[in-house]
């Protein structure tokens, strides 16, 4: 069983929508990150998280500590937003991190 | 310092023929690792050092996968004897404390 679970698996949203992948896992860490990974394989960083919210342009991140869960919300979604959205978790200091399967997203124009 | 370097970025090999993969990662960058990633699923992780130290292996690291970081900069991930269930894209990445990971590009391997 997959330690960190992410839902859904596959998103197809119109342009402009607001877009919410969620991630859950199963025991205590010390950092969440959510990484955005392109055909070709490349996977670029979006955030790295502990507690509270982070803002980044379109992009919002929140983790609930206690509930054990994370959840990545796109405003004004774009076709150039279309990636696999992967969550991360390490369970302390900068050890190997534990990921999910990734969530597909496609945005429509 | 242009990110994490990986080379090649494909490789194509017969099946039993042996591979090198290269990474160099951010100069800073005191901890390195190897992901492996296969289609529709997300990384796992093979192994990771700090420094020149190899730290810890995954059991998804057979006999016929070895890594080094002899200088504690770039590292090598070997792979004898491939097998077509090696197919796969490799992953490195570096991290530095408090730094977060920078991950490369990745070396996608084809075995026919």
């Known amino acids: 069983k997959n330690e960190v679970e992410q839902s859904p698996q596959n998103l197809t949203a119109q342009e402009g929508e607001f877009i919410t992948i969620n991630c859950s896992y199963s025991?205590?860490?010390?950092?969440l990150h959510w990484l955005q990974q392109h055909p070709g394989g490349g996977i670029v960083s979006l955030f790295m998280?502990?507690?509270g919210k982070k803002k980044h342009g379109r992009l919002i991140a929140t983790i609930n500590i206690q509930e054990k869960h994370s959840s990545l919300h796109i405003t004004a979604s774009h076709p150039r937003d279309s990636a696999v959205y992967i969550c991360?978790?390490?369970?302390?200091?900068?050890?190997?991190?534990?990921f999910g399967k990734g969530t597909r997203l496609s945005v429509i124009a | 310092d242009t990110g994490v370097s990986q080379d090649p970025r494909h490789k194509i090999t017969k099946r039993g023929q042996n591979v090198t993969f290269r990474c160099d990662p951010i100069?800073?960058?005191?901890?390195l690792y190897w992901y492996r990633q296969t289609l529709g699923q997300g990384p796992e992780f093979l192994t990771y050092?700090?420094?020149?130290?190899?730290?810890?292996k995954s059991r998804l690291l057979s006999d016929r996968f070895s890594a080094e970081r002899p200088k504690g900069s770039f590292s090598t991930l070997e792979i004898q004897r491939t097998e077509q269930g090696d197919s796969a894209m490799y992953l490195c990445?570096?991290?530095?404390?408090?730094?977060?990971?920078?991950f490369g590009s990745g070396t996608r391997l084809t075995v026919v």
């Open positions: 998280l502990s507690s």
């Open positions: 100069s800073e960058h005191n901890r």
């Open positions: 990445a570096s991290s530095f404390i408090g730094a977060g990971y920078t």
């Open positions: 050092f700090q420094n020149e130290a190899q730290l810890e």
């Open positions: 025991v205590g860490i010390s950092a």
């Open positions: 991360a978790v390490a369970y302390s200091g900068n050890t190997p991190l534990v």
